[in-house]
């Protein structure tokens, strides 16, 4: 009898074990709408659990109060970890400050470095927006008038526009003619709606669009086919989305786009988070992820 109460008892403990070891990883952000942003947050929920990880994404649609208060919730429900996606770290310092002070180890995707993030993993955004910048600066003969769609709110869109200004005081015959701030969920429609406006202000005055990202280029490309289909000015982005490279391959206005590797981010973001949940550090705290250009050329596409 002693013996099988014995053995129930090992097989309770044994039972409970996984329970009690979890690694319970929260993945948090407040873009989850973006293409980009679901795209490393569902390649790193992936990656995590292909290491045996509990993964939940909380998204907060651009509120970032909501965000802070998910956060705490988080760390009061002892998080083995959170990963913030698109979001700068100092939005939510508090709460990350606090994660810290619980234990709770802090990583991100596409956001930016801080004192109480273990490691940002990124592409270099400022490298990004010169590229960028160059390309289509280039395309137009290193002068004419453009369009700029920005979101100074994510820390990469704007390092991309902090790019963009130094590019423009090296090239004085470039002009922003008209910008927008991309509202965001919603940032193909708001940029379809907002570039709708600006046809009707500038019409033949418009040589390019800088897009800081891809869907309000991509907005813009539609809302021209709509409403001025024979303009002939020329759109670039940044992302690589599936939409831009679609249009890219039909040899519409979108000349070209800067791929980020997003699923590479999540890989090297859970590599990471694996060193430290381990008991080690991250490799530094910042770590880039190379992006390419894909033009019509890359693609293989021959355009009139």
Not at 51 to 68: E, H, P, Y
Not at 116 to 135: I, K, M
Not at 151 to 158: E, F, I, K, T
Not at 172 to 198: L, Q, S, T, W, Y
Request: hydrophobic fraction near 45%; charge should be negative; glycine fraction near 8%.
């Amino acid at each position: 009898m002693k013996k099988f109460a014995f053995a129930a008892a090992i097989a309770a403990l044994m039972a409970s074990a996984p329970a009690a070891f979890a690694t319970d990883v929260t993945i948090l952000t407040p873009y989850i709408s973006s293409v980009p942003t679901n795209e490393m947050a569902q390649s790193f929920k992936a990656e995590g659990e292909k290491r045996g990880w509990n993964v939940t994404i909380i998204d907060t649609r651009s509120d970032f109060g909501q965000l802070a208060s998910r956060m705490e919730d988080t760390i009061n429900a002892k998080a083995s970890a959170i990963v913030l996606v698109s979001t700068d770290p100092a939005q939510v310092e508090d709460q990350v400050a606090l994660a810290a002070n619980a234990g709770i180890p802090v990583i991100s995707l596409d956001g930016s470095k801080n004192a109480h993030v273990a490691v940002n993993v990124t592409s270099n955004n400022f490298d990004l927006g010169t590229q960028l910048s160059d390309a289509l600066f280039k395309a137009l003969g290193g002068k004419g008038n453009i369009v700029k769609f920005f979101h100074s709110a994510h820390p990469g869109v704007h390092q991309r526009e902090l790019a963009l200004d130094e590019a423009l005081k090296k090239n004085p015959d470039v002009k922003v003619i008209a910008d927008h701030f991309v509202k965001v969920p919603g940032p193909v429609d708001d940029g379809r709606i907002a570039m709708e406006n600006i046809l009707r202000q500038h019409g033949d005055e418009i040589n390019g669009v800088w897009a800081a990202w891809d869907d309000p280029g991509v907005g813009a490309e539609l809302a021209t086919e709509s409403e001025k289909p024979d303009a002939k000015f020329i759109i670039m982005g940044i992302d690589g989305s599936e939409q831009a490279i679609e249009m890219i391959k039909s040899c519409t206005r979108y000349k070209a786009t800067f791929r980020q590797d997003f699923p590479k981010m999540a890989a090297v973001g859970a590599e990471q988070l694996g060193k430290i949940l381990g008991g080690g550090k991250a490799d530094k705290d910042e770590l880039f992820v190379p992006a390419v250009m894909i033009t019509p050329e890359t693609l293989g596409v021959t355009c009139p």
